[in-house]
T-cell receptor
Framework: DGGITQSPKYLFRKEGQNVTLSCEQN?????MYWYRQDPGQGLRLIYY???????QKGDIAEGYSVSREKKESFPLTVTSAQKNPTAFYLC???????????FGEGSRLTVL | SQKIEQNSEALNIQEGKTATLTCNYT??????LQWYRQDPGRGPVFLLL?????KEKRKERLKVTFDTTLKQSLFHITASQPADSATYLC????????????FGTGTQLKVEL
Protein backbone atom coordinates (compact mmCIF):
# COMPACT_ATOMS: atom_id res chain seq x y z
CA ASP A 1 0.00 0.00 0.00
CA GLY A 2 1.29 3.46 -0.88
CA GLY A 3 1.61 6.05 1.81
CA ILE A 4 3.77 8.09 4.12
CA THR A 5 5.39 6.57 7.17
CA GLN A 6 6.59 8.65 10.08
CA SER A 7 8.62 7.30 12.96
CA PRO A 8 8.74 7.22 15.86
CA LYS A 9 5.13 7.98 16.80
CA TYR A 10 6.15 9.12 20.29
CA LEU A 11 9.53 10.48 21.30
CA PHE A 12 10.89 11.85 24.54
CA ARG A 13 14.02 13.91 24.68
CA LYS A 14 16.03 15.68 27.31
CA GLU A 15 16.79 19.36 26.91
CA GLY A 16 19.95 19.96 24.94
CA GLN A 17 19.64 16.82 22.82
CA ASN A 18 19.14 16.70 19.07
CA VAL A 19 16.51 14.31 17.75
CA THR A 20 15.73 13.14 14.22
CA LEU A 21 12.23 12.33 12.98
CA SER A 22 11.92 10.00 10.03
CA CYS A 23 9.58 10.47 7.06
CA GLU A 24 9.43 7.98 4.17
CA GLN A 25 6.99 7.93 1.24
CA ASN A 26 6.43 5.40 -1.53
CA UNK A 27 3.98 7.52 -3.50
CA UNK A 28 6.65 8.72 -5.94
CA UNK A 29 5.87 12.31 -4.94
CA UNK A 30 8.34 15.05 -5.79
CA UNK A 31 7.48 17.47 -2.98
CA MET A 32 7.74 16.79 0.74
CA TYR A 33 6.89 18.99 3.72
CA TRP A 34 7.31 19.21 7.47
CA TYR A 35 4.67 20.93 9.61
CA ARG A 36 4.42 21.55 13.30
CA GLN A 37 1.06 21.54 15.10
CA ASP A 38 0.48 23.05 18.54
CA PRO A 39 -2.84 23.13 20.44
CA GLY A 40 -5.04 25.97 19.23
CA GLN A 41 -2.74 26.78 16.31
CA GLY A 42 -2.86 25.83 12.69
CA LEU A 43 -0.22 23.73 10.99
CA ARG A 44 2.94 25.78 10.56
CA LEU A 45 5.42 25.01 7.81
CA ILE A 46 8.96 24.21 8.95
CA TYR A 47 10.75 23.11 5.77
CA TYR A 48 9.82 21.83 2.34
CA UNK A 49 11.55 20.21 -0.60
CA UNK A 50 10.41 20.04 -4.21
CA UNK A 51 13.32 18.06 -5.58
CA UNK A 52 16.10 15.82 -4.34
CA UNK A 53 19.09 17.67 -2.85
CA UNK A 54 17.15 20.91 -2.56
CA UNK A 55 14.96 22.32 0.23
CA GLN A 56 13.62 25.66 1.42
CA LYS A 57 12.85 27.16 4.79
CA GLY A 58 9.24 27.53 5.78
CA ASP A 59 7.78 29.97 8.25
CA ILE A 60 9.39 28.56 11.42
CA ALA A 61 12.69 26.94 10.33
CA GLU A 62 14.85 28.19 13.20
CA GLY A 63 16.17 25.33 15.33
CA TYR A 64 15.39 22.69 12.69
CA SER A 65 17.36 21.07 9.88
CA VAL A 66 16.46 18.70 7.04
CA SER A 67 18.04 16.72 4.22
CA ARG A 68 16.67 15.30 0.97
CA GLU A 69 19.21 12.80 -0.32
CA LYS A 70 16.58 10.46 -1.72
CA LYS A 71 13.19 11.15 -3.27
CA GLU A 72 11.50 8.86 -0.76
CA SER A 73 13.00 10.30 2.41
CA PHE A 74 12.88 13.69 4.16
CA PRO A 75 14.14 13.45 7.76
CA LEU A 76 13.75 16.36 10.18
CA THR A 77 16.26 17.08 12.94
CA VAL A 78 15.07 19.07 15.91
CA THR A 79 18.18 20.65 17.32
CA SER A 80 18.93 21.92 20.80
CA ALA A 81 18.58 25.45 19.38
CA GLN A 82 14.82 24.99 19.05
CA LYS A 83 13.44 26.83 22.08
CA ASN A 84 10.07 25.12 22.31
CA PRO A 85 10.31 21.73 20.62
CA THR A 86 7.44 19.92 22.33
CA ALA A 87 4.81 19.55 19.60
CA PHE A 88 3.10 17.25 17.12
CA TYR A 89 5.12 17.00 13.90
CA LEU A 90 3.52 16.12 10.58
CA CYS A 91 5.20 15.11 7.34
CA UNK A 92 3.36 15.42 4.03
CA UNK A 93 3.99 14.90 0.34
CA UNK A 94 2.38 15.62 -3.02
CA UNK A 95 3.08 15.68 -6.72
CA UNK A 96 4.08 19.11 -8.00
CA UNK A 97 1.09 19.58 -10.26
CA UNK A 98 -1.66 18.75 -7.76
CA UNK A 99 -2.70 20.55 -4.62
CA UNK A 100 -3.64 17.61 -2.43
CA UNK A 101 -1.31 16.87 0.49
CA UNK A 102 -0.91 13.34 1.80
CA PHE A 103 0.02 13.32 5.48
CA GLY A 104 1.74 10.79 7.68
CA GLU A 105 0.36 9.83 11.07
CA GLY A 106 2.56 12.28 12.92
CA SER A 107 5.30 12.15 15.55
CA ARG A 108 4.69 13.56 19.01
CA LEU A 109 7.87 14.95 20.58
CA THR A 110 8.01 15.75 24.25
CA VAL A 111 11.00 17.47 25.82
CA LEU A 112 11.48 16.57 29.47
CA SER B 1 -0.86 40.79 7.79
CA GLN B 2 -2.30 37.64 6.21
CA LYS B 3 -4.72 35.60 8.27
CA ILE B 4 -6.87 32.52 7.90
CA GLU B 5 -9.57 32.25 10.54
CA GLN B 6 -11.78 29.37 11.49
CA ASN B 7 -14.23 29.34 14.36
CA SER B 8 -12.22 28.19 17.36
CA GLU B 9 -15.34 27.20 19.26
CA ALA B 10 -16.47 23.62 18.78
CA LEU B 11 -19.62 23.07 16.75
CA ASN B 12 -22.13 20.62 18.25
CA ILE B 13 -25.01 19.47 16.07
CA GLN B 14 -27.60 16.74 16.07
CA GLU B 15 -27.31 13.70 13.84
CA GLY B 16 -29.08 14.18 10.52
CA LYS B 17 -28.65 17.96 10.48
CA THR B 18 -26.37 19.92 8.16
CA ALA B 19 -23.10 21.12 9.66
CA THR B 20 -21.68 24.38 8.28
CA LEU B 21 -18.11 25.40 9.00
CA THR B 22 -16.58 28.74 8.06
CA CYS B 23 -13.14 29.73 6.82
CA ASN B 24 -12.37 33.44 6.45
CA TYR B 25 -9.18 34.95 5.10
CA THR B 26 -7.67 38.41 4.80
CA UNK B 27 -4.97 39.90 2.61
CA UNK B 28 -4.60 36.88 0.35
CA UNK B 29 -4.99 36.55 -3.38
CA UNK B 30 -6.12 32.93 -3.42
CA UNK B 31 -5.35 30.37 -6.11
CA UNK B 32 -7.31 27.60 -4.42
CA LEU B 33 -8.57 26.51 -1.04
CA GLN B 34 -8.67 23.02 0.48
CA TRP B 35 -10.48 21.32 3.31
CA TYR B 36 -9.01 18.52 5.43
CA ARG B 37 -10.36 16.31 8.18
CA GLN B 38 -8.20 15.50 11.21
CA ASP B 39 -8.97 12.92 13.89
CA PRO B 40 -7.27 13.15 17.32
CA GLY B 41 -3.63 12.11 17.19
CA ARG B 42 -3.74 11.47 13.42
CA GLY B 43 -2.57 13.28 10.32
CA PRO B 44 -5.06 15.36 8.29
CA VAL B 45 -6.86 13.73 5.38
CA PHE B 46 -7.70 15.69 2.22
CA LEU B 47 -11.40 16.17 1.47
CA LEU B 48 -11.98 18.79 -1.23
CA LEU B 49 -10.21 21.44 -3.29
CA UNK B 50 -11.94 24.48 -4.79
CA UNK B 51 -10.28 26.94 -7.14
CA UNK B 52 -10.69 30.72 -7.04
CA UNK B 53 -12.82 30.72 -10.19
CA UNK B 54 -15.20 28.04 -8.84
CA LYS B 55 -18.23 28.87 -6.74
CA GLU B 56 -19.12 25.41 -5.45
CA LYS B 57 -17.78 21.85 -5.28
CA ARG B 58 -19.56 18.72 -4.12
CA LYS B 59 -18.46 15.25 -3.10
CA GLU B 60 -21.05 12.85 -1.72
CA ARG B 61 -22.42 14.55 1.46
CA LEU B 62 -19.83 17.32 1.34
CA LYS B 63 -20.20 20.73 -0.26
CA VAL B 64 -17.73 23.60 -0.36
CA THR B 65 -18.41 27.15 -1.52
CA PHE B 66 -15.86 29.84 -2.23
CA ASP B 67 -16.70 33.54 -2.27
CA THR B 68 -13.61 35.59 -3.15
CA THR B 69 -15.56 38.84 -2.69
CA LEU B 70 -16.48 37.98 0.90
CA LYS B 71 -13.10 36.23 1.32
CA GLN B 72 -14.86 33.22 2.73
CA SER B 73 -15.31 29.50 2.19
CA LEU B 74 -18.15 27.49 3.70
CA PHE B 75 -17.91 23.74 4.24
CA HIS B 76 -21.16 21.81 4.57
CA ILE B 77 -21.78 18.23 5.69
CA THR B 78 -25.35 17.17 5.00
CA ALA B 79 -27.14 14.37 6.87
CA SER B 80 -24.36 14.45 9.46
CA GLN B 81 -23.42 11.31 11.38
CA PRO B 82 -21.50 10.75 14.63
CA ALA B 83 -18.66 9.38 12.45
CA ASP B 84 -18.28 12.90 10.99
CA SER B 85 -17.06 14.14 14.39
CA ALA B 86 -13.52 15.45 13.89
CA THR B 87 -11.56 18.66 13.44
CA TYR B 88 -11.84 20.26 10.01
CA LEU B 89 -9.00 22.39 8.66
CA CYS B 90 -9.06 24.82 5.77
CA UNK B 91 -5.89 25.62 3.86
CA UNK B 92 -5.22 28.35 1.32
CA UNK B 93 -2.73 28.52 -1.55
CA UNK B 94 -2.03 31.95 -2.95
CA UNK B 95 -1.46 32.98 -6.54
CA UNK B 96 2.26 32.94 -7.28
CA UNK B 97 2.96 31.24 -3.96
CA UNK B 98 4.40 28.08 -5.48
CA UNK B 99 1.58 25.89 -4.15
CA UNK B 100 2.57 26.67 -0.58
CA UNK B 101 -0.40 26.07 1.73
CA UNK B 102 -1.29 28.11 4.82
CA PHE B 103 -3.60 26.38 7.29
CA GLY B 104 -6.32 27.68 9.57
CA THR B 105 -6.53 26.56 13.20
CA GLY B 106 -9.40 24.17 12.54
CA THR B 107 -12.92 23.80 13.89
CA GLN B 108 -13.93 20.80 15.99
CA LEU B 109 -17.25 19.27 14.96
CA LYS B 110 -19.21 16.97 17.25
CA VAL B 111 -22.28 15.19 15.90
CA GLU B 112 -24.54 13.92 18.66
CA LEU B 113 -27.15 11.18 18.53
Amino acid sequence: DGGITQSPKYLFRKEGQNVTLSCEQNLNHDAMYWYRQDPGQGLRLIYYSQIVNDFQKGDIAEGYSVSREKKESFPLTVTSAQKNPTAFYLCASRTLNTGELFFGEGSRLTVL
Amino acid sequence: SQKIEQNSEALNIQEGKTATLTCNYTNYSPAYLQWYRQDPGRGPVFLLLIRENEKEKRKERLKVTFDTTLKQSLFHITASQPADSATYLCALAVTGGGNKLTFGTGTQLKVEL
